[in-house]
C-alpha cells in the first residue's frame, strides 16, 4: 500500500482520479473527452457553474462574496491582490511568516507602500506572531493562514483588525471551519488541497472593489471575471473539473466541518506520536503547529538518512522537509486517510525502539 505525504502537488481522493479519468475518454456520456469539448458548451457551463456553488455552499459565503477559479497559481495572486486593491501612495498590512508571505511581499511592494505588523522572522518562522497593530488607514491586512514550509498555522485569526482581511489559503482551504465571510479576500493555488495543479479558487468581497486609480490590464481585474462568471477566457477546464470532483467528494463527506474533525484527529495523532521520541525535534510553538504539515527534525543526520530509507522501503512518499529547512514534512491533507497516518505513527514507533 503506498501513503502518499506529499506537500503539493498532493493526494486526492481516490474517487477523483477515478472520475477525471473516465471523464478524459468519455465525459458524461457524451462521447467527448472533456479535454476537447467548448468551455462555452452547456456539458462545461455546469462544470463551472456547479464548482462555484459548492464554494459557496461548502464556506457557507454570503451574497456579497463572489467564487472565481483563475489561472496563474498562488503566485500570480501575490501581484493580482495589490494591484486591485492597493493604490500607490496606500500601506498594505503584511504578516511575515515564511516563505511564502516573503513572497507575497515582495510583490505588493511593486504596487504600494508595504508595512510588516507582525513578523517570525526572529524565530525562524517557527510561530505565528502575537500582539500586532495595523493601522487603521492600512488598504488591507494580508496574513497566510498555513505556512506550508514551515509548518505554521494562525489557530486565532485576525478576524477584528480593523481593516479589509487577505488571506493565503493555498494550503489549509476548506480543512477546517472559518469564518470565511469575514474575509474579503481568499485566495488557494488548488494543488494542496482542492484539486490539480493550474487552478485558484478566488472568493472576494464585491465591496472592496473599485477603489483602484490604476489601470488594471483586463485579465488581471477581479470585476471582468465576476462580470464574465468565471468564464472571461478559456479557463483551465480540467483543473476546474477535478476541482469540482474534490468539493463534491468534499461535501459527501459531511463538509469542512467533518473533515476538520478528521483532521485534527490525524494531526493529534501524529503529534503526540512525535513528542514521544526523544530524538525528535518539533521546531514549531505549540500554538502555531500547522494540522496540514507538520515539520520535525531528528538529532543525528544517520537517523534521518536511515527513516527516509524505512518510508521508502514502506511505500511512504513525500516526507522529506523541503530543502530550505531540512528533516521531515509530513502532510496530513483532507484526501489523506487516518490509516496512512496510523501506518506513519507505526513506522516512527517501530524505528524509536530500534534507536533504543
Ligand atoms: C504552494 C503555495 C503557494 C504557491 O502556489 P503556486 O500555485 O505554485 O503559485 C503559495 N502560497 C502557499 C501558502 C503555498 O503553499
Known amino acids: ?35 476537447e469539448i467548448g468551455h462555452r458548451t452547456p456539458l462545461f457551463e455546469d462544470v463551472m457553474h456547479e464548482a462555484r456553488s459548492l464554494v459557496k455552499e461548502l464556506m457557507q459565503l454570503d451574497d456579497d462574496h463572489e467564487v472565481l477559479f483563475l489561472h496563474g497559481g498562488a503566485t500570480t495572486q501575490f501581484m493580482q491582490v495589490p494591484m486591485n486593491l492597493l493604490n500607490e501612495n496606500e500601506v498594505a498590512a503584511y504578516t511575515e511568516t515564511g516563505t511564502w508571505a516573503n513572497k507575497a511581499i515582495k510583490e505588493a511592494k511593486l504596487f504600494g507602500h508595504v508595512e510588516v505588523v507582525g513578523s517570525s522572522k526572529d524565530n525562524n518562522y517557527t510561530s505565528m506572531p502575537a500582539d500586532m497593530v495595523v493601522p487603521p488607514t492600512a488598504a488591507y491586512l494580508h496574513i497566510t493562514s498555513n505556512e506550508t514550509i514551515a509548518g505554521t498555522q494562525w489557530h486565532q485569526l485576525p478576524y477584528d483588525c480593523g481593516v479589509p482581511l487577505v488571506a493565503d489559503m493555498s494550503s489549509d482551504i476548506l480543512s477546517r471551519v472559518l ?56 479557463p483551465p477546464v480540467f483543473a476546474v473539473y477535478v476541482a469540482m470532483l474534490t468539493l463534491r467528494w468534499l461535501k459527501a463527506q459531511g463538509g469542512v466541518a467533518a473533515i476538520e474533525q478528521i483532521n485534527n484527529a490525524k494531526a493529534d495523532l501524529l503529534y503526540s506520536t512525535l513528542e514521544k521520541i526523544p530524538f525528535i525535534n518539533l521546531p514549531v510553538a505549540v500554538n502555531s503547529r500547522s494540522k496540514m504539515n ?63
Do not use: W
Not at 479519468?21 to 473527452?33: K, R, W, Y
Not at 484539486?195 to 485579465?219: H, Q, W
Not at 524505512?310 to 530550505?324: F, Q, T
Open 1 to 35: 500500500m503506498i501513503h502518499n505525504f506529499n506537500a503539493g502537488p498532493s493526494i486526492l481522493p481516490k474517487e477523483v482520479f477515478q472520475q477525471a479519468s473516465e471523464a478524459i475518454l468519455n465525459f458524461n456520456n457524451s462521447g467527448l473527452s472533456i479535454l
Open 179 to 234: 469564518d470565511f465571510n469575514k474575509f474579503d479576500l481568499i485566495y488557494a493555488g488548488a494543488q494542496k488541497n482542492m484539486g490539480a495543479a493550474g487552478v485558484n479558487l478566488v472568493v472576494i468581497n464585491n465591496n472592496i472593489l473599485g477603489k483602484i486609480e490604476r489601470t488594471i490590464p483586463t485579465i488581471l481585474d477581479y470585476r471582468n471575471h465576476i462580470k464574465e462568471a468565471s468564464m472571461l477566457n478559456t
Open 294 to 356: 507538520v515539520v520535525f527534525t531528528m538529532q543525528h543526520e544517520e537517523q534521518e538518512k536511515a527513516f527516509i530509507q524505512l518510508c521508502k522501503d514502506n511505500g511512504m512518499y513525500g516526507v522529506k522537509g523541503h530543502r530550505s529547512v531540512g528533516g521531515f514534512r509530513i502532510s496530513l491533507y483532507n484526501a489523506l486517510q487516518m490509516e496512512s497516518v496510523e501506518a506513519m505513527v507505526s513506522l516512527l514507533n517501530d524505528f524509536a525502539k530500534k534507536q533504543g
